[in-house]
């Protein structure tokens, strides 16, 4: 019987799934006022006993949605901000910045870009395309690994020696051509150097990026842009000189409205 018949002949088929919703209402019991529980109090609100919710608590604690603070007593892990408000974060950046790239693509007629960091990747989030022949036009949604890219060194340089350290401990940079680092201590290096710098140049394929990274009011770098284009259009020092000053204005600008 199809879907459609059974709710003409009101007989609906159930497709909660209980443990999923089980483990829902248990990120629901935290808020502002509750920021611990234990598992006897998990279990009494949904009216379970607590070997039934074991398996769920330890799921949700393994995934980092909930942190153990001590004996059967938990709050909520990291992951709960991470899952649902990176993509808000991320319109928020690009609601900001857009204003701003564009206008940086008039004043300078090359193209600019807006990126985040997940994980070792450059995920790219908007681009404001300069119409110009050779121009340089990287589609939103794009990821490139942010060791190959000077937006992407950017982003790396906002994390520590540590950090750094952590996130490619298991991963293999040899596979990628040059100018990319081949190996971690390699990698460590040039990223020291952004941070000193606080910009990135880069050259691949014929063309040439400059990137800068957009600081939260923490001061963190949570995106960074660049301005990109044909080698022959910025390859002086003079050019260069020009659209460093240009891009690291933009990027202040978009910072101060992020509450730098």
Not at 58 to 79: C, D, F, I, V, W
Not at 106 to 131: G, K, N, V, W
Not at 232 to 243: F, W
Request: hydrophobic share 40%; proline share 5%; aromatic share 6%.
């Amino acid at each position: 019987m199809s879907a459609y018949e059974e709710l003409e002949t009101g007989r609906e088929t159930d497709y909660t799934v209980p443990a999923l919703q089980r483990g829902l209402s248990i990120l629901q019991m935290f808020n502002a006022r509750q920021r611990t529980l234990g598992t006897s109090d998990i279990a009494e609100r949904l009216g379970v006993s607590v070997s039934a919710i074991y398996r769920i608590v330890h799921t949700l604690s393994e995934m980092g949605y909930l942190r153990k603070l001590a004996k059967n007593t938990y709050e909520l892990g990291p992951q709960v901000v991470s899952d649902g408000f990176s993509y808000l974060a991320s319109r928020d950046i690009v609601d900001l910045a857009l204003p701003h790239l564009n206008a940086l693509r008039d004043r300078t007629s090359l193209s600019c870009h807006l990126t985040i960091r997940e994980q070792t990747d450059s995920l790219y989030l908007y681009r404001a395309f300069a119409a110009q022949r050779l121009s340089v036009n990287i589609p939103i949604g794009t990821r490139i690994p942010c060791h190959c890219t000077a937006m992407g060194r950017i982003l790396l340089s906002g994390l520590t020696a540590e950090e750094l350290d952590v996130l490619y401990q298991h991963v293999r940079l040899d596979d990628y051509p040059p100018p990319a680092p081949k190996t971690l201590p390699e990698l460590q290096q040039l990223v020291d150097g952004d941070r000193e710098r606080g910009w990135v140049l880069h050259r691949s394929d014929y063309s040439t990026a400059i990137a800068a990274g957009v600081r939260n009011h923490l001061g963190e770098i949570v995106a960074a842009i660049n301005l990109s284009g044909p080698d022959a259009v910025m390859d002086s020092p003079e050019s260069q000189a020009r659209y460093l000053a240009a891009l690291l204005q933009t990027a202040e600008r978009i910072s101060a409205e992020l509450g730098r």
